[in-house]
Structures are given as structure tokens and as C-alpha cells.
T-cell receptor, first 112, second 114 residues
Framework: NAGVTQTPKFQVLKTGQSMTLQCAQD?????MYWYRQDPGMGLRLIYY???????DKGEVPNGYNVSRLNKREFSLRLESAAPSQTSVYFC???????????FGSGTRLTVV | DQQVKQNSPSLSVQEGRISILNCDYT??????FLWYKKYPAEGPTFLIS?????DKNEDGRFTVFLNKSAKHLSLHIVPSQPGDSAVYFC?????????????FGSGTKLNVKP
């Protein structure tokens, strides 16, 4: 099925470890996003890529890096994981013709 | 400070009745608003949108109302069905003409009782 695919679905990290969350979309969307969802906080934008080759900070970028590898793929990297980064991470994409996002099913990350 | 607020964490409604979910925002630059629905262990799915040039948009059982002067929008679901039980997020964008950055509320969990 067409859509946004995130890997992995679950991950447990120790404090200080690094990891990369992968995201790919097959809808030929120009824009891609990374959000985190925390209880009582809703979804907060970490980074986004309006088009291939560009990336910009969102509301909560500290502790994260991103790479827009090509039009399809947008990865999120945690260089040194902290317990405050325990969250559910959602990747999304959108086209300029439709401002609504298509979300992936999420990655549940726990940092211990 | 959150720019989009959903002050009701939860709402319980009887099947067949109307569900009204509310959302307030603080940034007068916001120009475009969306509602998303989220089931457990899934990503949010787009439900309905409205731009600031309208005050109402309808799609089947779902209607979104926008009151720009009050910086308030609401989602009406009529009639409510048990399958509507989910978390609903409102989102807003348009700050500085940037429609790539959406700000989300904290969500309202709707429970529709059979």
C-alpha cells in the first residue's frame, strides 16, 4: 500500500547510545516531517524538509539531526540518546497541492 | 507555550448524538486548520480542513467551524458512531506564510458509547 513507512516500530536505547530512525514515502511528496508525541503535549515538530536538499528546524530540534537522503527518504538521528527523548516519533509527508499530512504508524522509542 | 490548545482531554458521547470538539489558538497569523483522527498504535489520519477565508466546511458527518475573531475552531460529528472513538487533534499553520509548519493541540480523546 502507498504511504509512509517508518522503521523500526519499537526501540529501547541506553542513555548515550545513538540511533537513526528511517522514513520513506512513495507518494512523490515534496515535503517530509518528523514529529514527536508526548502525553499532554500533542505532536511537536522536530525537523522538516520542504523539498529535497533542504531541511529546517521545527519547535524541538535540540538533540536531533536529520538527513533528506533523496525525495523518498528522510531520516532522524539521535547522536546521544537521553531519557527526555523517550517518545513516540512520527514521520509525515505532504505535497504542495494538499496541505494535509500523511503520517507513518510511528516509532515508540524508550531511552533508559 | 502552546499556540494551539485543546482544553478538553476527553469527551464521552452517546451513539447517535452530536460530538463537539473544541480547539483554540493564539497566533493570529494562522491561516489554515486541520483536524486529525488517531487510533491507538497508528499514525494520525487527516479528517477535514478549513482555511481562514471560510467559516464552515462540511464533509459527510463531519463539520468544522472557524471563528477567527475568537481564534476558535470546533469539529462537530453528527451522528456520532462507536467507530469514531479515537483521539482527535487540531492543527494550525500559516505563520509567516509557511504552510509546512503545523502546530498541533494536545488532543481530545472521544469515546462514543453504544
Amino acid at each position: 500500500n502507498a504511504g509512509v513507512t517508518q522503521t523500526p516500530k519499537f526501540q529501547v536505547l541506553k542513555t548515550g547510545q545513538s540511533m537513526t530512525l528511517q522514513c520513506a514515502q512513495d507518494m512523490n511528496h515534496n515535503s517530509m516531517y518528523w514529529y514527536r508525541q508526548d502525553p499532554g503535549m500533542g505532536l511537536r515538530l522536530i525537523y522538516y524538509s520542504a523539498s529535497e536538499g533542504t531541511t529546517d528546524k521545527g519547535e524541538v530540534p535540540n538533540g536531533y539531526n536529520v538527513s533528506r537522503l533523496n525525495k523518498r527518504e528522510f531520516s532522524l538521528r539521535l547522536e546521544s540518546a537521553a531519557p527526555s527523548q523517550t517518545s513516540v516519533y512520527f514521520c509525515a509527508s505532504s505535497s504542495a497541492l494538499n496541505y494535509g499530512y500523511t503520517f507513518g504508524s510511528g516509532t515508540r522509542l524508550t531511552v533508559v | 507555550d502552546q499556540q494551539v490548545k485543546q482544553n478538553s482531554p476527553s469527551l464521552s458521547v452517546q451513539e447517535g448524538r452530536i460530538s463537539i470538539l473544541n480547539c483554540d489558538y493564539t497566533n493570529s497569523m494562522f491561516d489554515y486548520f486541520l483536524w486529525y483522527k488517531k487510533y491507538p498504535a497508528e499514525g494520525p489520519t487527516f479528517l477535514i480542513s478549513i482555511s481562514s477565508i471560510k467559516d464552515k466546511n462540511e464533509d459527510g458527518r463531519f463539520t468544522v467551524f472557524l471563528n477567527k475573531s475568537a481564534k476558535h475552531l470546533s469539529l462537530h460529528i453528527v451522528p456520532s458512531q462507536p467507530g469514531d472513538s479515537a483521539v482527535y487533534f487540531c492543527a494550525a499553520s500559516g505563520e509567516g506564510g509557511n504552510f509546512n509548519k503545523f502546530y498541533f493541540g494536545s488532543g481530545t480523546k472521544l469515546n462514543v458509547k453504544p
